[in-house]
């Protein structure tokens, strides 16, 4: 029997239809695999989907260019997150004001109308950006030896993560553990782990809410992971559960312009 695939079908800046790719005037910004008919069943049962080679190299080059221009908005974060269980945060980041006022790249990207309908063929679900800016899109940095994101779940249900930066020998640590489908922190110990390798320009889908999940620590000095995470939700989910987001991305700035 031939083999049924899920093709998300877009249209270019001109309104021409097109098939598998997000594309502006210039040239494709999102390069999307087909994908089989049972994908949304798939994910449903395992909480993740890996997306090789969704970022082409030359938006890649600018994505790398543009965050290397807002240095002066990272922040170092050396704490334990004590609403996921104690888990540590070593990590430097930036948060989603930074990226909505300076990077119209990684903005833009974010409320693609196709990307979204990628998110949504995927998942079945209708999927929508996140309201509050703080969480919708940061900047995720390991660049140390034992630089980690410990073991936690979002406030949202949807986390694209886009790898700007991978280590390539797993071996050298940033590796994506999860657990699907337990919100318990810690990890209880007779609960499978589940590990994947990603390079630079892959991403993956993650069912952040109800799936535990962390980063291996960096392994050598000379290792940078740095990933957009890109949350995603549904209408009827448009409020943070904790104060994790902010306590991970906030800082005086925008604790100030929220309370004005």
């Known amino acids: 029997m031939p083999k049924h695939f899920l093709t998300p079908t877009y249209t270019d800046a001109a309104g021409k239809r097109i098939a598998g790719h997000v594309r502006t ?5 999102i ?3 087909d994908l089989p008919a049972d994908t949304p069943d798939r994910f449903a049962a395992d909480s993740y989907l890996p ?11 600018r994505l790398l260019t543009e965050l290397a221009g807002l240095e002066a ?4 974060r050396d704490f334990t997150m004590e609403c996921m269980g104690g ?3 070593h990590m430097t980041t930036i948060g989603g004001p930074a990226l909505n006022a300076h990077s119209p790249l990684v903005s833009g990207l974010y409320q693609q109308p196709d990307l979204i309908n990628l998110l949504r063929t995927v998942t079945g679900r209708p999927v929508v950006p996140v309201h509050e800016v703080t969480e919708r899109h940061v900047v995720n940095i390991l660049h140390h030896p034992g630089d980690t994101h ?8 949807y986390a694209l993560v886009l790898f700007i930066e991978a280590p390539t020998d797993p071996r050298d640590g940033g590796l994506l553990e999860y657990t699907p489908h337990t919100t318990t922190l810690p990890l209880p110990a007779d609960l499978p782990v589940h590990r994947r390798h990603h390079h630079a320009g892959d991403a ?9 999940h962390r980063v291996s620590p960096l392994t050598r000095p000379g290792i940078r992971r740095t990933v957009l995470n890109f949350a995603y939700t549904t209408p009827d989910r448009q409020s943070p559960r904790t104060p994790s987001a902010q306590l991970l991305y906030d800082d005086e700035h925008t604790r100030a312009d929220r309370a004005q």
């Open 150 to 157: 410990g073991e936690h779940t979002d406030d949202y249900p």
């Open 31 to 33: 390069s999307c695999p």
């Open 204 to 212: 993956y889908l993650l069912r952040s809410d109800t799936t535990a």
């Open 25 to 29: 005037r210039a040239a494709t910004v």
């Open 51 to 61: 997306l090789p080679g969704l970022i082409p190299q030359h938006v890649l080059d």
């Open 87 to 89: 888990s540590p945060r």
């Open 73 to 76: 908005d990272t922040r170092r």
